[in-house]
């Protein structure tokens, strides 16, 4: 299934706690409310078992309108956290942060990356895998030279989806090794509640939410998820 007609518009839909409600079973996708009674479509996509799947959203694949939005959405939910930094996480909260630490009047944000500059130091770097890239080995990286603008600062963690809350977790140890103080995350969408047993008590922000989802012969069928 081509994706490339997602993410482009939010369009007027039922009241917020009704739109998740507009099925099951799903074919394609799955209507996730933003809020002032838009929504959004988000396609389904099959896990590599064949009988799950998950909602997506790739944010830099989408409108300059629609990014916007959720870096308004964003900015929004981590003001009461008043970050004085804001970072990003690879690939697509790197979309994000800029936008969001532009709306909460900062100067710049940090990023993070997976690339390894020559003058990089493994001490501030750890391991990470995805869900979407669950067999390729990669590292999360932070320049050294960004230390000062992270030591004894308040920092909220930017990323376009929060899943198993492994690479925001990844993310806190190197920003503790940096001497930043994790205030709180941010995220478009809640992607089921595994993360949330990982992440423990740091406030975690998103926008919207989604489930699980189980093949049936009529379509796909959210399965409840516990957050263990």
Do not use: C
């Amino acid at each position: 299934m081509s994706t490339e007609g997602f993410w482009q518009h939010l369009y007027p839909g039922p009241a917020d706690d009704a739109v998740a409600q507009s099925g099951p079973p799903y074919k394609d996708r799955y209507p996730v409310p933003v809020g002032d009674g838009l929504v959004l479509d988000l396609p389904l996509r099959t896990l590599p078992e064949g009988d799950r799947a998950v909602a997506s959203i790739i944010i830099n694949q989408a409108s300059f309108a629609v990014v916007d939005r959720f870096a308004d959405a964003l900015a929004a939910l981590g003001r009461a956290l008043a970050p004085d930094v804001v970072v990003g996480l690879p690939t697509l909260g790197l979309t994000l942060a800029p936008k969001v630490a532009e709306r909460l009047g900062h100067a710049h944000y940090v990023p993070m990356g997976y690339s390894r500059k020559f003058w990089y130091d493994e001490a501030l770097s750890e391991p990470v895998s995805s869900v979407t890239t669950p067999t390729q080995a990669k590292r999360l990286y932070l320049d050294p030279n960004l230390i000062p603008r992270l030591a004894g600062r308040r920092v909220v963690i930017v990323d376009d989806v929060v899943s198993r809350g492994t690479t925001v977790t990844a993310a806190r140890h190197v920003l503790d090794r940096a001497g930043a103080v994790t205030v709180g995350a941010l995220a478009i969408m809640g992607q089921t509640e595994r993360w949330k047993s990982v992440l423990g008590g740091l406030p975690v922000r998103t926008v919207f939410t989604t489930p699980l989802f189980e093949r049936r012969s009529d379509g796909w069928w959210p399965v409840a998820t516990t957050a263990g």
